[in-house]
C-alpha cells in the first residue's frame, strides 16, 4: 500500500485556508472518498507526489500539457521569457506571433481576443453574441460546461455534474431564464427551441465533442442542426472547444465535422500549461469588440509575454503527424481496458477521440447527461482509487475527460493496461 501521510497533512492543512483545501472543486477528491495528493513535481508522462509516489499521469493538469510535464523547449522558452521580465501591460509581438499560429490551425478563428481562462473566453463570447446580435438569451447544453460565469452555471458538467448541482446558487434568476437548456444530441429537442424562440436566441454554445460528462462526442446529425438552425435563425453558433482543440484533432473538432462556427472558445493546450483562453471567429463579429466596437473586453494579463510564450512554445511542436501518433496511443489503451473490464466481467462502455478519453461504469449507450447518470458512480470510486495504489492518476470523477500526450511511451501504455487489470481483481475480490 502506497503512504500518503505528506499529503494528508498538506490536505489538512489547506483546508483552514481554502474552502475544500483547494482553489478548483473536483480537485478534492469529495466525490470518491478520498485526500487529493499534493504534487511535487511532473516531468514528461509522470507525476511525482509529496510523499516520493510516482504516477503515470492522465490527468496532464486537466488537459493543457499535450506535450507532457517539463518539455524541455517549454521550459527553456519560459526561462528566457522570464528573464526578460514577467508582463507589460503594452502589446509584444508575441501575441501576434500567438495569433497567427492559432488561425494557421483553425482557420475559422479569423481575428481573436487572448483572455486568462477557458472561463473568460466563452463568457465573452456569449457577451460578444448578445452585443452583436442585440438579443438575450442562449442556448447550451445539459451537461456540458463551459468555466464559471453566471449565464453557463445552468445545468452544467464537470464540478456541477460530479457534486451533483444543476444551477448555482448566486446565479440570478432573471439570468437563468435567458440560459435556455436541451439535452445534448437532442435534434428533435433543438429544434423545438428554436421553433418557440428562434428570433431570441443570440446563440447556441456548444462542446462539439463534450468532455465534462466523460468523452461524449456529439452526431454529425446534431452539430449539422445547430448549424443550420442558428443561420435560418440569425443567431451564432459557437463552439466551446477549450477542451476538444488541439486534443480531439490538430484542428480542433470543427475540422472532424467540417463545419464552420461564427465563432470559436479555445483554452487548455492554447496555453500549453500557462493560463491562457481566446475567444474568435468570424473578423465582422470580432470588429464588434473595444475599442473597435463597443461590446467591452479588457484584462490586466491579457495576452501576458509568459502565457503567450507558453502557448507558442507548444502549439511550435505540434502538427498532424504527431496527433496521429497520440490518436494511436489513445487507442491502443482503451482498447486495453475495455478487454481488462471484459474479462472481468464488468459492465464498461469506453469513448475516445483524438487525445481524450474516459470509461463509465455503464453497459449501455452514453450519448448524453441522462446515460451518463446512470453509471456507478460507487464502483467508480473504488476503482479509481485502486488505480492510485497502481501508480495511475486519471480524472477523480466518472463526469471527467482523461488525456493523453506526446510523452507516453508504449511501455506506459502497456503498464496502464495491466495496472487496470490488477485494479479490476482487487475492486471484484475486496
Ligand atoms: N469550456 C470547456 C469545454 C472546458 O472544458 C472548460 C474547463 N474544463 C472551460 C470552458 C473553462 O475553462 P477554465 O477552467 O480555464 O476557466
New binding site residues.
Given amino acids: 500500500m502506497k503512504n500518503f501521510d505528506n499529503s494528508k497533512k498538506a490536505f489538512k492543512e489547506a483546508q483552514g485556508y481554502m474552502p475544500g483545501g483547494v482553489n478548483?472543486p473536483v480537485r478534492a477528491f469529495k466525490n470518491v472518498g478520498g485526500d487529493p495528493l499534493f504534487i511535487k513535481q511532473g516531468k514528461g508522462s509522470h507525476i511525482e507526489d509529496i510523499d516520493g509516489n510516482t504516477y503515470i499521469d492522465y490527468v496532464l493538469s486537466?488537459?493543457p500539457l499535450i506535450l507532457g510535464h517539463a518539455d524541455d523547449q517549454v521550459v527553456s522558452a519560459l526561462q528566457a521569457a522570464t528573464a526578460k521580465g514577467t508582463s507589460y501591460g503594452a502589446p509584444t509581438e508575441l501575441e501576434t506571433q500567438l495569433a497567427k499560429k492559432i488561425r494557421e490551425i483553425v482557420p475559422s478563428v479569423e481575428m481573436m481576443r487572448m483572455v486568462s481562462?477557458?472561463?473568460?473566453?466563452?463568457m465573452s463570447a456569449i457577451r460578444l453574441a448578445r452585443g452583436f446580435t442585440h438579443r438575450d438569451k442562449i442556448v447550451k447544453f445539459i451537461g456540458?460546461?463551459?468555466?464559471?460565469s453566471d449565464s453557463l452555471l445552468v445545468d452544467a458538467g464537470?464540478g456541477l455534474a460530479t457534486f451533483n448541482i444543476n444551477t448555482s446558487p448566486g446565479v440570478p434568476k432573471d439570468l437563468a431564464y435567458d440560459t435556455l437548456t436541451v439535452p445534448y444530441n437532442d435534434v428533435e429537442g433543438i429544434k423545438a427551441v428554436f421553433e418557440k424562440n428562434g428570433p431570441e436566441i443570440a446563440a447556441v454554445i456548444v462542446?462539439p465533442i463534450a468532455?465534462?460528462m466523460g468523452v461524449i462526442p456529439g452526431t454529425q446529425e446534431f452539430l449539422d442542426t445547430l448549424r443550420q438552425l442558428t443561420t435560418d435563425a440569425g443567431s451564432l453558433l459557437i463552439f466551446?472547444?477549450?477542451?476538444?482543440g488541439f486534443r480531439a484533432a490538430y484542428h480542433g473538432a470543427q475540422s472532424l465535422y467540417h463545419i464552420k462556427p461564427d465563432l470559436t472558445?479555445l483554452?487548455?493546450v492554447v496555453g500549453g500549461g500557462l493560463?491562457v483562453?481566446v475567444f474568435g471567429g468570424r473578423r465582422d463579429i470580432m470588429e464588434h469588440i473595444t475599442p473597435d466596437g463597443s461590446v467591452y473586453h479588457a484584462g490586466t494579463l491579457s495576452g501576458n509575454p509568459l502565457a503567450m510564450t507558453g502557448g507558442l512554445s507548444t502549439l511550435n511542436q505540434l502538427n498532424d503527424n504527431l496527433y496521429k501518433k497520440m490518436t494511436a496511443k489513445t487507442t491502443r489503451l482503451v482498447e486495453g481496458i475495455k478487454a481488462a473490464a471484459d474479462a472481468h466481467d464488468v459492465p464498461i462502455t469506453v469513448h475516445h477521440v483524438g487525445t481524450m478519453w474516459s470509461y463509465f461504469f455503464n453497459g449501455g449507450d452514453v450519448n448524453n447527461f441522462a446515460d451518463v447518470q446512470a453509471s456507478d458512480v460507487a464502483y467508480f470510486a473504488k476503482f479509481f482509487k485502486q488505480l492510485l495504489q497502481q501508480g495511475i492518476y486519471t480524472a477523480p470523477s466518472q463526469f471527467e475527460t482523461n488525456f493523453m500526450s506526446s510523452k507516453h511511451t508504449t511501455q506506459d501504455i502497456d503498464d496502464t493496461i495491466q495496472a487496470f487489470n490488477d485494479a479490476f481483481d482487487a475492486v471484484n475480490n475486496g
Avoid: C, F, I, L
Fill in positions: 478548483s486537466w488537459g481562462s477557458g472561463t473568460e473566453a466563452t456540458n460546461y463551459h468555466g464559471h464537470s462542446e468532455g465534462n466551446d472547444e477549450v477542451m476538444s472558445t483554452g487548455k493560463p483562453g
